[in-house]
């Protein structure tokens, strides 16, 4: 059944409607301008800041040499004959009306039309696509999303020249009317998974996206709080993201935001990098598994340190350098905890001080954390020593989720090494995998595969960097 539109033949009638609508004597930035078309009255109206002044320049200039015999009766028949522009519609519902205007694009009202012509010829402020600053590579592409859905969307069709690659348009937001854009290759795509994702966007009840990608996710995927593995990979790339969709996997972008979405996502896609693929096989695979290594050994290294303090007798000789040697002023295990939170306050100092002054942040927390604090007694050299290999650690992987879900377990095996000494440690390895081998990806798949279940090739895939086959590389 078709809608009804919300436009009539009387152009002062309509006119009022949408001054009302928009609230034309109260916005600053919403602007019109009354024009002749034809022998008719028309107007356009616009967002100050979103429009280019130059095309709608040359669209005018057409529009004021249309002479009234020549005036066609419909906007059909208006928008195939007298406008040379390419990007234009015709919008009758007061829904896309509200949708494309309040987007930036500008509408044209003519006097006897039933339809009102939307001209997207708007622009949108935005910074230019340099590398982000957090996922950065030694070699390969140096362009990275900005907060332009369309420029991200342009970045991902120039690596993806296939016409089974599909951009869907989607809105959310009552408020907001943020755009959402479901990319993904039509002939590699599950299909189930793609019918769920798109439900479960159009069934978003939700006022805006404040919080851009985070506040999607949250109403896509209720998250288990008290399991921290993230469930969707976020990349600032537009060549890991091509490179994710030719696998079969769905990107979500978000207009406002600089990052795609990727799903459904296991903790092997989450930890890979792209220069595991911009260098040959040997090196990617060397620094695919000395990531995997040492972030592995970051969340076990200082529980396993404080159990061995705790049980001296367990230490052989030839690891006895690993003993304090200087007397111990505060626990092993606050003093642990302790560089946890103040490492992470480094972390939000830094973001929050500005580059001019990063440099003598560095040099006084160096100083402070590495000086002082020994020599006074509240920490040790070793723990220092160990918590300072944890937070280099934490650096050699691009996933912010990934690592705070690994520090969070790292607390835990902490507490529980502290409180129940062997038996928490143990109780608190088992738990680490029980949170791992429970979760399970937004497609019902295991989070862990292709361990469980066990795929001997794909298994290969995920630890070692290997050659594609020829018919893959064509």
Known sequence: MAEKSIFSGNFEQNKEYIDNLLNIDKSFDVLYRVVTVGGKKACFYFIDG???????????????????KEMPETAHEFLKEKL????????KTENDFLQRMLSGVPMLLVEGYTEALAMDFRTYPARSVDEPEKDKVMRGSRDGFVETVVFNTALIRRRIRSTDLVMEMHTVGKSSRTDVVIAYMGNRVEKKMLEDIRQRIDAIQIDALSMNQQSLAECLYQHKWYNPFPKFKFTERPDTTAASILE????????????AMVLPTSVFDIVEDA???????VTGTYLRLSRIIINAFAVFLTPLFLLLIMNPQWVPESLAFIQIKEPVHVPVFLQLLLLEFAIDGLKLASLNTPS??????????????????????????????YMAFVAVANYTQVSFELGYAL???RL?????TAAFDVWGFVGGLALVVIFIVTNRTMSGKSYIYPIIPFNARQFLRRFCRVSLPRSEEQ
């Open 412 to 416: 835990m095996l902490l507490c529980l």
């Open 356 to 385: 001019m002054l990063s440099t003598p942040l560095s040099v006084v927390a160096g100083i402070v954390l590495g000086d002082y604090t020994v020599s006074s007694g509240w920490f040790n050299a070793e723990i220092m020593l």
């Open 407 to 409: 520090k969070f377990m």
């Open 50 to 68: 979103f429009c280019k002044d130059e095309v709608m320049e040359k669209i005018l200039e057409f529009l004021y040499v249309i002479e009234p």
């Open 275 to 281: 220069d595991d693929y911009y260098f040959p096989p």
């Open 84 to 91: 040379p522009y390419g990007e234009i519609d015709l919008v």
């Open 248 to 259: 079969g996997s769905i990107a979500i972008l978000v207009d406002n935001s600089p990052a």
